[in-house]
């Protein structure tokens, strides 16, 4: 789905163009990653690829604990950029891993989306965790089918597989996973834990389409695609034609492999603004999608109830589809996050 992000943007804190002379705390990896945090370089002797051969080629230091990684990936055939917030106690050279926490953006929106428009980075710091969040493009959260046919863009094979691995292998992520998602990320971060069962100890959807094939659900999607100058066909393939392979990335067709994990899930259901939205009309997208989202959270809900699945939801009634509802939704959720990985406070 689209995001309308209304939350507060802060300007970049460093740039990609300052000489290694002045200080510079973007660098390339050719011969291996330099340090992070303040004293010496901590150099490994060259950043780990990942299976594929997916590879970090240049990191940037956004803050004392926060990074931005440039990612040549195979599964895209293209470079992208990830976004890392890291512990007080990590360092470079540590033989331990961290609990990690994968943050997941929606469409139209970016790897910086949640440092943009949160305050993620206050809440990661009081924890022993590593927070990932990696670009998405434009919220499409799975290989693309391209018509039969496979091939690039793979986004999921890119967040499961590389992202995984380059993180696990080069920053001390650990086996302890959560996930959160907003919107299309929030679908991903729900079709992600069931395609991957035991991936995730926790999964946490925030006004995420999660029943796919509902009714009116396949036209808003492909709507929504188009809409963002994607071949919606493309994606998923066209539905009912190639409805199995909707079905094999539809939360709701997938819902007895979450059973283990630990479910979260949030959507507004009146079309009204909630406390902090602004003052739009009724007819405003925002307002009119999260309707739509909020009836198909509940069909959502009404399989795990028929399936005995435990969860946690919250269906609200006013809030528009951005970031002041989300703000609200991942805050609250959080320190069950942080208990389902093992993430200690400091």
Do not use: C
């Not at 691995?165 to 302890?176: I, K, S, T, V």
């Amino acid at each position: 789905m689209h995001t309308t992000p209304t939350g507060r943007r802060r300007p970049h804190r460093v740039t990609w163009r300052r000489s290694l002379a002045s200080g510079a705390i973007t660098v390339v990896l050719a011969a291996g990653l330099g340090a992070v945090g303040a004293g010496p370089a901590q150099a490994l002797a060259g950043p780990v690829r990942a299976d594929d051969g997916a590879r970090i080629t240049a990191e940037k230091k956004i803050a004392s604990r926060e990074v931005d990684v440039a990612i040549d990936s195979p599964a895209l055939g293209r470079a992208v950029k990830t976004r890392i917030l890291l512990p007080k106690n990590w360092t470079r050279n540590a033989t331990a891993t961290w609990p990690v926490l994968y943050a997941y953006h929606g469409g139209q929106d970016d790897y910086t989306s949640w440092t943009r428009n949160t305050d993620i980075e206050a809440w990661a710091a009081k924890y022993n965790v590593i927070v990932v969040m990696p670009e998405g493009d434009n919220g499409s959260y799975t290989d693309w089918y391209n018509y039969g046919k496979g091939g690039t863009p793979r986004w999921e094979t890119f967040h499961t597989a590389e992202v995984r691995q380059l993180m696990e292998r080069n920053y001390h992520a650990g086996a302890l996973r959560a996930v959160i998602g907003n919107s299309s990320g929030g679908a991903g971060a729900m079709s992600y834990a069931a395609r991957h069962p035991g991936m995730f100890k926790y999964a946490a959807s925030l006004s995420g389409i999660l029943s796919m094939r509902s009714i009116g659900m396949p036209a808003l999607l492909m709507f929504t695609n188009a809409g963002n100058g994607q071949d919606p066909f493309a994606i998923w393939g066209v539905p009912w034609s190639d409805d199995a392979n909707w079905a094999a990335h539809d939360p709701y067709s997938l819902a007895p492999k979450l059973r283990g994990t630990g479910l979260f899930f949030s959507a507004g259901t009146t079309g009204r603004p909630g406390p902090g939205d602004p003052d739009v009309a009724p007819w405003d997208i925002g307002l009119l999608s999260e309707i739509a989202v909020g009836a198909n959270n509940r069909d959502f809900q009404k399989r795990l109830n028929e399936l005995n699945i435990p969860y946690t939801a919250h269906i609200y009634g006013d809030g528009r589809h951005n970031w002041p509802a989300w703000v609200r939704e991942a805050g609250a959720v959080w320190p069950t996050l942080m208990k389902s990985i093992g993430a200690r406070k400091v």
